[in-house]
């Protein structure tokens, strides 16, 4: 079993078919390696009894961790980071998490979240910060630092993630994993919730191989009878397409960004790597000078639903738990207020804008297959990097207790928001917007031996191409057995 953390989820499950090892060999594997690194990674804040009678299904008897956001198991709370929701427990368990049990998946805890999964960073005042197990010292990124915490530590070959401005490719990158956001429609939410933020948010994994993320999506994929719409299915299983060439592939390589235009040069170099790579394996790469569409345009209007979002979600937390205003984090109220404080025609017109941006990315598409990024404009930063200043929380409080939530976008409280959330992390809001599929890859590795990733952004339903690109990247650049130094 101390061979268990250098197989991925498919492998595991192969080995249970084959009757080599037992569901509950596995689950103690996963349990003991999680008692020895938590303590230092803080990854995992629950855990639970799974379900009980033997798992049956394609990924049977392989250990499995939900995010605590959304992903809900009935009967046990969903914090999703928050005081407010941390007792309250689960009237029914999530569509993606019914699926996952139904795929035979041994679901043991629940990972590690910023409070509603509204930072690129994973320290909640509820449970404190989840370390990177890189260097404890640095964050495994946001929102879902746990889940790609405990993958990079070797608890669980692959875990539960979702991305709503690039949650799932930002820990991938801090944390030197394989993170694909998938394509508008193609996995489905519910059943106690409609499509996250407005279609801008999706369910997914982030693994250490590309075979296991292709394999979850086959498990995830599908509509249900709650869906808005009905997803077009894709040809063939996504499995497949692991080990398929992907064809000579037309990639633009862009670094530049208006939000934070001194991009880390380690943030270039991560994407000049991939560009190199992509060009040995016959691939034609160009560079561009700008992004193909307006980012600080985009920046203000996925914060404008963001922040409303943020009061909708305080909003129902409060009636569900009857929790007061103290029960939320302090940012938490002050990205609330903001979205009171929006108007209507403000709201409805940042909504009414992802047409603009999604008819630039798909006027690039005509003439390019992927869009080549570094997937953060940093390394990980360092824990507590963007913790605001007393004099800046004290006027928060100050503004919120007065009631004044409109001056609160006259002051640098909004423009430190906008910073912490966004200066480190310019390029994933994109694929979210658009509802394009958008992928991590982990190819490069700083001078400190902190990796960053290169992203990919694909046509709408090419997640098929990012995964048969990124398994030939993964062949030529194995990453699998680069392990972090925490033992």
């Known amino acids: 079993m101390d061979d268990y953390p250098n197989h991925d989820a498919v492998g595991l499950a192969a080995l249970v078919r084959a009757g080599q090892v037992t569901p509950a060999e596995l689950l103690e594997a996963a349990r003991d390696r999680l008692a020895r690194v938590n303590p230092r990674l803080n990854a995992v804040v629950r855990e639970v009894d799974p379900p009980s009678g033997a798992p049956d299904g394609p990924l049977a008897g392989v250990p499995f961790l939900l995010k605590d956001l959304h992903q809900d198991l009935a009967g046990i709370p969903t914090s999703g980071g928050s005081r407010s929701m941390a007792a309250v427990p689960a009237a029914e368990t999530s569509t993606v998490v019914q699926r996952w049990l ?23 005042d509820l449970f404190g910060p989840a370390r990177n197990p890189w260097n404890t010292d640095h964050t495994p990124g946001g929102s879902s630092g746990g889940a790609a915490a405990a993958v990079a530590a070797g608890v669980v070959p692959c875990a539960g993630a979702s ?3 690039g949650s799932i490719r930002i820990p991938a990158s801090a944390c030197g994993l394989f993170g694909l956001k998938p394509s508008r429609g193609l996995i489905p939410s519910g059943p106690a919730r409609a499509e996250g933020l407005g279609g801008t948010a999706t369910d997914g994994v982030i693994s ?3 075979r296991d993320t292709a394999a979850m999506l ?19 299983p996504f499995a497949d397409e692991v080990g398929r060439e992907p064809g000579r592939l037309r990639v633009a390589l862009c670094t530049s960004s208006s939000i934070n235009p001194t991009p880390h040069p380690e943030a270039v170099a991560a994407a000049r790597a991939a560009a190199d790579l992509l060009a040995e394996l016959g691939h034609d790469v160009v560079e561009l000078t700008t992004q193909p569409f307006d980012d600080a345009a985009l920046a203000k209007d996925f914060l404008t639903s963001w922040f409303v979002s943020c009061a909708h979600t305080m909003a129902e937390c409060r009636a569900a738990s009857g929790a007061g205003e103290s029960a939320f984090e302090l940012d938490t109220r002050t990205m609330a207020a903001l979205g009171r404080a929006t108007s209507p025609v403000d709201l409805v017109r940042a909504i009414e804008r992802r047409h603009e941006h999604t008819r630039r990315l798909a006027e690039f598409h005509e003439s390019h297959d992927l869009l080549l990024t570094p997937t953060t404009a940093t390394p990980p930063p360092r824990i507590g990097a963007f913790t605001i200043p007393a004099p800046i929380r004290a006027a928060q409080r100050a503004l919120l207790t007065a009631g ?14 906008i910073s912490e959330n966004l200066s480190w992390v310019p390029y994933t809001q994109l ?6 599929p958008a992928m991590s890859v982990p190819l490069h590795w700083t001078a400190d031996g ?15 191409t990012l995964l048969r690109l990124a398994a030939q990247l993964e062949r030529a650049r ?3 057995d680069r392990r972090p130094p925490l033992r």
């Open 404 to 417: 004044a939530a409109g001056l609160l976008r006259h002051t640098p409280i909004v423009d430190r928001l």
């Open 450 to 464: 902190l990796p960053i990733g290169a992203q990919f952004i694909g046509r709408l339903g090419a997640d098929g």
């Open 431 to 436: 694929a979210n917007l658009t509802g394009r």
């Open 102 to 124: 139904d795929a035979g998946l041994v679901v043991f805890g629940k990972t590690n979240t910023p409070e509603f999964g509204a930072k690129g960073i994973t320290e909640p």
């Open 163 to 165: 991305d709503g401005g």
């Open 208 to 210: 250490r191989s590309v």
């Open 478 to 480: 194995p990453w699998a």
């Open 218 to 236: 086959d498990v995830l994929t599908g509509p249900s009878p709650l869906s808005p719409y009905l997803a077009a299915s894709p040809p063939a």
